[in-house]
Each structure stands twice: as structure tokens, then as C-alpha cells.
């Protein structure tokens, strides 16, 4: 897929997603419910203390403007605290002047270092439950993602794999936590600073209300318009993260090609469109912010008029009744503005949740992704007796559209080997991933011993095969490291024996730091022959029932493959074998060789066999031993037709 495509690459994924948030909190969210429930608990506590300051500021200044101030400040702050109540409250208020002022002062006191301790609290709570149900869904995606048959992967790029595994996991891990902090800290003062303001003047408290409403409109606009917004940015940055992956992994040879410039534009391109759909999104996220701090400002301005023409004129003004003391006005203006910032705040918080709403999308679209290949959890275990493997009239397409392998159907005796040979895009490479189960074929039927492959448990089918590729590919680690990767119990004796075996050891010795040496990412600091010898050790350590080479000596010279080749018949002396060589010396020996054709069986027999038909294997031979122009011209016609065959699929 050419990464300029505007669809999302996801797409089809993320739309398949149902109810995504609700169902991120009902599967992890249920497994950290103390660090959920704690950090609740604390927010509510941490946020009541918070008001206790303001509300003793305005009762204090009541009892300085009253007459007889013990009595005045003691049924004031009683009927002021509303958790405690009137009566509870009055008991533990003092009627001296001085005990007064150092009573609110302890109360003061209290309420800030308790209330620090409930912060505490509450940080710890939402932290512990979003780092816990990031870390689940990352790992849980990942494993969903490896478990994939590998058609997924080719129509994926690895760019925006990552991007759902980092960006957008992480996205969920900020809302999670600041997100849902500061969401439930936002719901927790406006209850209660709107409980206090309705016991101090319900009235007044509904002025200071006015723009709620409003502000609940003008969301709902929001998001209306920035979630399809944030759904194109989440593509975007796949992109963007695909191209640099891709530039970066085949950097030589954009040095080589001379083609920087040319790679400079292509980036450019990727980054304006994720530019575009970014700031597409930022525009309307600048303008939504300002307008809901306007609309929760005209809430103060308004209670500040209401409340200030109300106190100085000594009467209720308009349509309202009764009596507003100066401190009850100065309570409402510090609360009012405790109020109004939260509200503020409330925009923020949707933005949050549009973008996780979008990111939740994507990785559960990815993990409900179904698998072609699909495994019975009550499969058996492969155990592999003889090591016969039978291909019975095997057909497969990578899709319905094309058939890559047709009526595949030979036979190999354990402990023979049998090549496969033929000219490129024959379908050899795709007959032996069908052994390994990277697919399932569409027609007919594969076995080892006589058991299905469909009737075995993966692991047990995959730990019984050893895969040697022509892509060898190193993981970032030490040489040893590598070559035990899969049998991670080896001790280090056992690895420097498959070394030796694959005609590894001595090239290993004179590395730096020998066996702990790093190969660095994908195995850089090695040559490609090098890096073929250790993928082939590690198929030695791996000591598998059935082994696949899948051209094993590709980038090696004729002299180390002459040395390999020696090794590989000692491996391959006591196990079925399949090969698959262009360099068709290399399989002379074959118990059994297969020539493919356009998907299909052509000829098959040993290698005198195959020569004296003097059919397609017979003209292979003559090209590599340089017999050109005594090649017929109808097989050099075909030849050419194959490659234009071969081109076309690739383009």
C-alpha cells in the first residue's frame, strides 16, 4: 500500500470498534478497581477541604462586622459547614475572640494538611490505574498483533503498527490519568461548591449557575465536530511513522541512489498532511477553549453584580428576596472563581477523551482483527514419529482474486529431502510458509505423519519445524543471543557447537568481543553471509524434527557455501529436509526434486532424472553452468515472459 493513500490504514479496524471506551473500562478498568476507588475516594475528600478555607474567610468576616462576635461567628461557621451540620458544628465552635481566630486557624491548618495527604492519595490512585491498564493494553495488543497470519502484515506498515502500539496507547494512558483526574476533580467541585453555594443563597447560586447550560451546549457542538477531526490525525501520524521507519531502515540505500532529495520530499509530503489535519483539529480546539472560558466568566461577572449591588444597597436587587451578608458575597466570589476554572477546565477534559474515544478505537479494532488462521483450542500436540510430510492436492491465493499455488500434491519419507526448484514467482517460498502454517491453504490438505496440520496446536507444529530464510534477520543483542533465540535454555557450550556446525566459529572469534558481541539493529555491523551462518546455527541449536532452507546459502561465497553445504548434510542426514536453491548444485543430492512453475508441479524425479527429460530443469541447469546459447529459443521466450510476469506482480 503506497503510504500517500488517504485512508485510514485502520480504518475498516477502528469503525468495527464498538463502544471502545466502555469496553476499555470493563475489561481493565475491573482489574485495578482499589486504585480506582482510591483515587475517587481521595479526589472527594481533597476537593471538600479545599473549600473550607473560603467558607471560614466569609463567616470570619461576618463575625468582625456583627455585634456580640463570639455568638455571631460560632452560628455563622455552624450553619456554614454543611458535611457536619448546624447542631455537630456549634459544639466545637468557640465563643472567645482570640479562641476564635485560633480556631479557624487550626481548621485552616487541617484542611491544608489533610487535604495534601488526599492529593497524595489521589495522584497515587489514577496513576497506579492508568500505567497499569497502559502496560495490559499495550502487551495484550502486541500479542494480538504477533498472533496475526501474515496477511495482515502485508497490508500493514510497520510505522503504523508502532503508532498504535506507542502513540495511541499512550494517549489512553493521559486521558486515564489526567484525563479522569482532573474529569473527576472537575465533577466533585462543581457538586460541592454548588451544594455550598445553595445553602449559603440559593438565589445568588443560581446566577452563578446561568452558564452551565450553555457551556453543556457548546460541548456537544465540540465534539461533534473534533472527533472525525481526531480520527484523521491518528491516520496522519501512522503515515508520517511509516515513511520515517521505511527511509530510515533502507538509509543506504537512499545514500547510495543519491536520492535524499527525493526521500526529503516524499517526508515533507506525509508530514504537510499530517500538518493539515492536525492543525484542522488545533483551529477548532483554539477557538472552542476561549469561548468556554467567555461562557464560564459570564457566570462570576453576573454573581458579582447580582451579589455587589445586593451588599451595598443593603436590599435584594430586581426579582430576589431576602438578605446577603458581605461575607456570604466574599464566599460566593472565591468559590465562584473555584468554580469557573473547572469549567474552563471541562473542555480540555472532552478534548482528552475525543482523542482516546479515537486511539480505543484503533486497538481494539486491531485486537478484534479476526485471523485467518484459526487454531482449536482443544488441539493436540504434533508428535512427530517418522517426519512423513504429505502435500495433498494443496491450492492456495493469497486472496480469491489469485491462486499462487495450484493442485500441490507430493510425498516426502521421513529422513528424505526434497528441493524445490524453479524460476522466480514459482510459489516455492509460498509451499513451505503452508507447511509452517503462516497460512492456511484454500484447498487440500498438508500432513506430518499422517495428522492434519489444522489438528495440531501451533507452538507444537512450529517447534518441530527449523526455518532457515534467504531474509535472515538478526535481532538487536549479542551473536550469542542470537543464535539461541528459540532454544533460550542453551548454555553456552551448545551454542558454540551449532556455531561450529553452521561454519560460524571462527569468523565469531574474531569479532570484538567474540560470542557477546552486539550485531547491532536487524544485525548491521554483519555481513549478509555472516548473518545467513548464524540464522543457520540457530537452526542447528533449535535441533528440529523437520528443517526448511529456504535458499540458506544466498549470501555466501562459493567457498563457504562449499563449507556449509558439508555441515548441512550432516544436519540434514537424520530429519526430513526441504530446500529450496537457485543455485541448483546445492540440491543435486535431493532424495526428491519438485519443479514449480506458475503455481504448478511440472516435473519431479532426482537430478539424472530431471536431466534427461531435458524439460525445464534440464534448460535451469544448462543456464548455470553457462550453457546459453545452446538453450532452446522457446525456453528463453518463456523465461522472458516470466520475468515480465514477475515484474508486473511486483510493481
Known amino acids: 500500500m503506497d503510504i500517500t493513500d488517504e485512508d485510514d490504514p485502520f480504518e475498516e479496524q477502528r469503525e468495527n470498534a464498538e463502544n471502545p471506551m466502555k ?11 482499589f486504585a480506582f476507588v482510591t483515587g475517587i475516594v481521595a479526589s472527594i475528600f481533597a476537593r471538600v477541604l479545599n473549600l473550607l478555607p473560603p467558607i471560614i474567610l466569609g463567616v470570619a468576616i461576618d463575625a468582625l462586622f456583627a455585634e456580640g462576635e463570639g455568638v455571631a461567628y460560632a452560628v455563622a461557621l455552624a450553619g456554614q459547614i454543611p458535611l457536619l451540620g448546624a447542631g455537630t458544628a456549634a459544639q466545637f ?20 494538611g489533610f487535604g495534601a495527604a488526599f492529593h497524595w492519595a489521589r495522584n497515587w490512585g489514577w496513576n497506579s490505574f492508568a500505567q497499569n491498564i497502559q502496560h495490559s493494553v499495550r502487551t495484550d495488543t502486541y500479542d494480538k498483533m504477533q498472533r496475526l497470519n501474515m496477511n495482515f502484515f502485508a497490508d500493514k506498515q510497520t510505522g503504523e503498527m508502532m503508532s498504535i502500539l506507542s502513540n495511541d496507547v499512550n494517549r489512553l494512558e493521559r486521558f486515564l490519568n489526567d484525563g479522569m483526574n482532573s474529569g473527576f476533580r472537575l465533577g466533585v467541585m462543581v457538586a460541592a461548591i454548588a451544594a455550598v453555594l445553595f445553602s449559603i443563597n440559593w438565589q445568588l447560586a443560581f446566577v452563578s449557575l446561568v452558564p452551565v447550560p450553555l457551556i453543556a451546549l457548546f460541548t456537544y457542538k465540540f465534539i461533534q465536530i473534533i472527533q472525525p477531526k481526531y480520527a484523521d490525525v491518528r491516520s496522519t501520524v501512522g503515515k508520517v511513522n511509516s515513511r520515517l521507519e521505511n527511509n530510515l531502515g533502507g538509509i543506504q540505500v537512499i545514500k547510495t541512489s543519491n536520492t535524499e532529495s527525493y526521500e526529503s520530499d516524499r517526508v515533507e509530503d506525509v508530514s504537510n498532511e499530517y500538518f493539515g489535519a492536525n492543525w484542522g483539529a488545533i483551529i477548532t480546539r483554539i477557538k472552542f477553549f476561549p469561548s468556554l472560558q467567555i461562557l464560564s466568566g459570564l457566570g462570576f461577572a453576573l454573581t458579582f453584580i447580582v451579589g455587589g449591588l445586593w451588599v451595598f444597597n443593603g436590599e435584594a436587587p430586581w426579582v430576589f428576596t431576602g438578605d ?33 474515544y479515537a486511539s480505543s478505537a484503533r486497538i481494539f479494532g486491531l485486537m478484534d482483527e479476526p485471523s485467518r488462521i484459526t487454531e482449536d483450542p482443544d488441539a493436540e500436540e504434533l508428535m512427530v514419529d517418522d517426519g512423513e510430510v504429505v502435500y495433498d ?18 510425498e516426502v519419507e521421513g529422513g528424505d529431502t526434497l528441493a524445490l526448484v524453479g524460476p522466480t514467482g514459482a510459489g516455492k517460498s509460498t509451499v513451505l510458509k503452508l507447511l509452517l ?29 527449523g526455518y532457515v530464510s534467504q531474509d535472515t534477520f538478526m535481532f538487536y543483542g549479542t551473536v550469542a543471543e542470537n543464535i539461541a533465540y528459540g532454544a533460550f535454555d542453551a548454555d553456552h557450550d551448545e551454542i558454540v557447537e551449532a556455531a561450529k556446525a ?12 567474540g560470542y557477546d558481541t552486539e550485531v547491532g539493529e536487524r544485525g548491521v555491523k554483519l555481513s549478509g553471509g555472516q548473518r545467513q551462518r548464524i540464522s543457520i546455527a540457530r537452526a542447528v541449536l533449535k535441533d528440529p524434527d523437520i528443517l526448511v532452507l529456504d535458499e540458506a546459502t544466498s549470501d555466501v561465497d562459493t567457498e563457504t557455501e562449499m563449507l556449509i553445504q558439508r555441515s548441512l548434510d550432516d544436519l540434514t542426514a537424520d530429519r526430513t529436509t526441504f530446500a529450496i536453491a537457485h543455485r541448483l548444485s546445492t540440491i543435486k543430492d535431493a532424495d526428491q526434486i519438485v519443479v514449480l512453475e506458475g503455481g504448478q508441479i511440472v516435473e519431479r524425479g532426482t537430478h539424472d532424472d530431471l536431466l534427461g527429460e531435458d524439460g525445464l530443469y534440464a534448460h535451469l541447469w544448462g543456464v548455470q553452468a553457462g550453457e546459453i546459447d545452446e538453450l532452446p529459443e522457446e525456453f528463453i521466450e518463456r523465461a522472458t515472459r516470466r520475468t515480465a510476469r514477475t515484474d508486473a506482480t511486483d510493481d
Do not use: C
Open 437 to 465: 502454517r503462516m497460512y492456511d491453504v484454500n484447498e487440500g490438505a498438508i500432513r506430518i505423519d499422517g495428522t492434519d496440520l489444522r489438528d495440531v496446536s501451533l507452538p507444537s507444529l512450529r517447534q518441530s519445524i
Open 324 to 356: 446577603l451578608s458581605r461575607g456570604e458575597f466574599v464566599t460566593f466570589i472565591l468559590l465562584t472563581q473555584r468554580f469557573i476554572w473547572p469549567m474552563a477546565q471541562f473542555g480540555s477534559i472532552i478534548n482528552m477523551y475525543q482523542r482516546a
Open 23 to 33: 469496553r476499555l473500562f470493563l475489561e481493565y478498568g475491573s482489574e485495578n478497581k
Open 502 to 513: 553452521a561454519e560460524a566459529h571462527d569468523f565469531i572469534e574474531n569479532l570484538p568481543e
Open 393 to 410: 492436492d494443496v491450492t492456495f491465493g493469497y486472496d480469491e482474486e489469485e491462486t499462487i499455488v495450484d493442485d500441490i500434491s507430493f
Open 93 to 112: 465552635v468557640p465563643a472567645g475572640t482570640t479562641d476564635q481566630f485560633w480556631f479557624s486557624v487550626g481548621i485552616i491548618g487541617a484542611a491544608f
